[in-house]
């Protein structure tokens, strides 16, 4: 089970970003849990939505192990790095296409916490929103979160700067698409002039005068994204009242679907 949820090299990657586990002195107490053990339960948290005192005897850790582990490594910004790292190697192989970029986000009951507001779309339920770039095969190159009653086009601007400078197979690193789609929640003109000074061409459907029709033809990787990181049932719902950490479990969906594109 471990080996088949954490493959020799998503571990060799992983050690890259993680200080090895301290050994034990010699004499009494528990045996320390290995990173990888708790790396797979973690990914078995995340793609199961168990509770950490449901983890299955086979991963060794307790819940409550496996989640102080999980806490430190978010306060290290651990998973923000093996994100980086698993993007940096998509781009040295050539496997993300900067020439269309597609934003959009989706809605996540929540309970009350840290960016978590009444969702006018949800009867003013509390919940937050994951907001999403993706190149043009859908692959996500910069993830946040934000309450469920920001609008989309406050959002627009500090997701493509989170877009992080990433290797490239001949050439400087790059962080910036050539083109990004957009539905009609992003139609303000200080958004269109905003990405005209970084370089970036904008197709952003106009309220009232162009169909969604038109962009869907482009935003339909962006949607499939979207079920992609629903197939993590941990997402189905925000129970974390922290942000960073609601941030790390949607940082470790992201890494997983980039890793299984590498790994293909």
């Keep these: 089970m471990v080996e088949r949820l954490v493959p ?5 990657l992983f050690q890259r ?9 010699q004499g009494g107490g528990r045996r320390r849990h290995g990173n990888r053990e708790v790396l797979a339960a973690i990914i078995f948290v995340v793609t199961t939505g168990c ?3 449901q983890l299955p005897p086979v991963f060794g850790p307790s819940g409550p192990t496996g989640h102080r582990r999980f806490t430190k490594w978010s306060t290290a910004r651990v998973w923000a790095k093996l994100y980086r790292v698993i993007l940096d190697e998509l781009g040295a192989h050539g496997g993300l296409d900067w020439s269309r970029c597609a934003i959009d986000s989706v809605n996540i009951r929540a309970l009350k916490g840290e960016l978590t507001d009444p969702n006018p779309v949800d009867l003013g339920k509390e919940g937050s929103k994951i907001r999403l770039i993706t190149e043009r095969n859908g692959l996500p190159t910069s993830v946040g979160i934000s309450g469920a009653n920001l609008h989309d086009s406050q959002a627009l601007e500090p997701l493509v700067r989170g877009i992080p400078p990433i290797r490239s197979r ?3 690193r790059r962080r910036r698409p050539a083109e990004l789609h957009a539905d009609k929640g992003y139609d303000y003109d200080h958004l269109r002039r905003w990405l005209c000074s970084r370089g970036i061409r ?17 935003r339909w990787t962006i949607e499939r994204t979207m079920s992609w990181l629903g197939g993590c049932r941990r997402l189905h719902r925000r129970y974390e009242r922290k942000t960073e950490h609601f941030l790390a479990f949607t940082a470790i969906a992201c890494t997983l679907i980039c890793y299984r594109r590498l790994a293909a």
Aim: net charge positive; aromatic share 6%.
């Design 51 to 53: 509770t950490w005192r």
């Design 202 to 218: 904008h197709r952003i459907a106009r309220r009232g005068v162009e169909s969604s029709t038109r962009l869907g033809r482009h």
């Design 170 to 172: 001949r050439g400087p």
């Design 8 to 12: 020799d090299e998503l571990w060799e």
């Design 17 to 25: 970003v993680v200080t090895p586990a301290p050994a034990r002195p």
